[in-house]
């Protein structure tokens, strides 16, 4: 029996001794973290946070941060690193591309991408794409074209060149000119406008100066060199060796307009290869005072012989000089005259432009003043079409000169002409192959005088009459009425009476027109619409 208990007790006395030998090391380890932190509470001598006397002042927060620099490079770097609302939000802001920058969208697009986007806009959204960013302000800038320039100083400090790089048309004209006075009276000429200086009721002259010659020329030698591919150039008060800098630089040079033009300044567009559309601006009154004459004609004639089209404003001139660009001006098409101070007998100089196919003339006080014999006025063989524009016509020896050298024209137009009554009318009778006529602000023809030169065209298709107070629907002839239901396209308003609709093709209902139709029913249908 003893002996069967001696394992069991052994096995007890096991188990005691190793729970005294666990217990004796848990109060040995117990001990010891009270030691460490005994430690830990002691202060270091050497630390700056040990426990301050007294009779000291307490330390403040500003003062314990500066000194302790291991806390303030931890908390800066707690800082940086952000806090865990801030990395909470952050998933909320990914998107769908990670690789996708939110701050320009149109990053990963090339220029000429986006370049091309922004030409399928229409003109009124392009400007405003501008204020994007700087990237479309600079995209935008290569799409202008064409640029009208207000203020000299953005010639001169080059940034109409660095701002649109790919200019082809560009108008100096308006920048040109130096005005001090704030007048509300502006006097307008083609495309500009200057105030004008006034007292009372009086008005003097156009107040205004123009910038300095030799200051134009360095602003063209500027512009041709940044802009070579430039097609159109207005400028005004311009050197000789100005345009010879622009047509050494810009090659394709196809249209130029001068003001201010003289005999010495068409010297320098004979080095305009291309040129094809010209327009010499030399007197207009009250701005600027220049002579254009036989001279500059004959330079211009000899140097440009591509021209296409020429407009003569303001210029002196006779037979030589119109004879002269008839001559080397081939291809000559078009010719205007505007308030023009041509010499007696240049009219006659006209038939040697034997491809002109357009005369033209606008505010001219007389068209010739001495005509010459009948003989020596030869017809422009090609001419199609007479346009005269707010001309005085009070001259007959003039007036039916002017026919005869057009008796080939083929439209001829009339607007706001002084002195066209029936007798100077009666003169076009002399063309006879006129297919279209238009009468506007005439009021001193009547249905009389356009009924006589009528019926002498026998292939007129096309008529026009506005605004003609004499010309009026009672006045209507039978005969008239038939012509008119024989034309393709008129268009009849003389005045704001009047009864005729002026869409539908021939018809007449004038009294005496009606009277004609009620005895022919066959005609009924000419009241019908088109």
């Not at 037979?319 to 000559?332: R, S, T, V, Y």
């Not at 240049?346 to 357009?358: F, G, R």
Request: some cysteine; overall charge positive; charged content about 25%.
């Amino acid at each position: 029996m003893q002996k069967e208990n001696n394992p069991r007790r052994t096995r007890m006395l096991k188990m005691r001794f190793r729970r005294s030998v666990s217990a004796k090391e848990e109060e040995k380890e117990e001990e010891g973290r009270k030691t460490t932190a005994f430690a830990a509470e002691r202060p270091d001598p050497r630390s700056p946070l040990r426990p301050l006397k007294l009779n000291r002042r307490s330390a403040s927060w500003s003062e314990s941060w500066l000194k302790n620099t291991t806390s303030l490079k931890n908390v800066i770097m707690a800082m940086q690193l952000g806090s865990p609302k801030e990395s909470r939000l952050k998933p909320a802001q990914k998107t769908l591309n990670p690789n996708f920058d939110i701050s320009d969208r149109t990053a990963q697009l090339s220029d000429q991408i986006l370049l091309e986007i922004l030409t399928k806009l229409p003109e009124p959204d392009r400007k405003p794409s501008a204020l994007v960013c700087k990237r479309w302000l600079s995209l935008q800038g290569r799409l202008v074209r064409s640029v009208k320039v207000k203020d000299w100083s953005f010639v001169e400090s080059g940034r109409v060149i660095s701002r649109f790089p790919s200019l082809t048309q560009v108008d100096l004209v308006p920048g040109s000119l130096i005005s001090d006075r704030n007048s509300g009276i502006l006097l307008n000429h083609g495309g500009f406008s200057v105030p004008v200086a006034c007292s009372g009721h009086r008005v003097f002259e156009a107040d205004c100066d123009l910038v300095p010659g030799e200051v134009v020329d360095r602003g063209l030698s500027e512009l041709g060199s940044g802009c070579p591919n430039l097609k159109k150039l207005v400028v005004i008060g311009a050197s000789e060796l100005g345009l010879l800098s622009v047509a050494e630089e810009c090659p394709t040079l196809q249209e130029l307009e001068l003001h201010k033009c003289n005999d010495n300044l068409l010297r320098g567009i004979a080095a305009c290869e291309n040129l094809q559309v010209l327009k010499l601006v030399a007197n207009v009154e009250g701005l600027y005072a220049s002579v254009v004459s036989d001279i500059g004609l004959t330079i211009l004639a000899q140097g440009c012989t591509r021209l296409v089209k020429l407009e003569l404003s303001g210029c002196e001139g006779s037979f030589d000089g119109i004879k002269a660009i008839g001559q080397c001006c081939q291809m000559l098409e078009e010719l205007s005259f505007c308030d023009h101070r041509m010499d007696g007998g240049w009219l006659a100089a006209l038939s040697y432009c034997e491809n002109l196919k357009t005369l033209r003339f606008q505010s001219c006080k007389r068209i010739e003043c001495v005509p010459g014999p009948d003989e020596y006025l030869g017809a422009c063989p090609a001419l199609e079409n007479l346009h005269l524009h707010n001309c005085q016509l009070r001259d007959k020896k003039s007036v039916r000169a002017l026919f005869m050298v057009c008796a080939a024209a083929r439209e001829i137009v009339f607007q706001d002409c002084w002195g066209l009554d029936n007798d100077m009318f009666r003169l076009a009778s002399i063309c006879r192959r006129v297919t279209f006529l238009s009468l506007e602000g005439c009021s001193l023809l009547t249905t009389e005088g356009l009924e006589s030169v009528i019926l002498s065209w026998k292939e007129l298709e096309r008529l026009r009459v506005v605004s003609c107070k004499n010309i009026k629907d009672k006045d209507i002839s039978p005969t008239l009425s038939i012509i008119f239901s024989t034309l393709i396209d008129m268009k009849w308003r003389p005045d704001t009476k009047s009864l005729l609709p002026s869409s539908i093709v021939g018809t007449s209902l004038g009294k005496k027109g009606s009277r004609f139709f009620r005895k022919s029913r066959d005609l009924k249908f000419l009241f019908d619409a088109p």
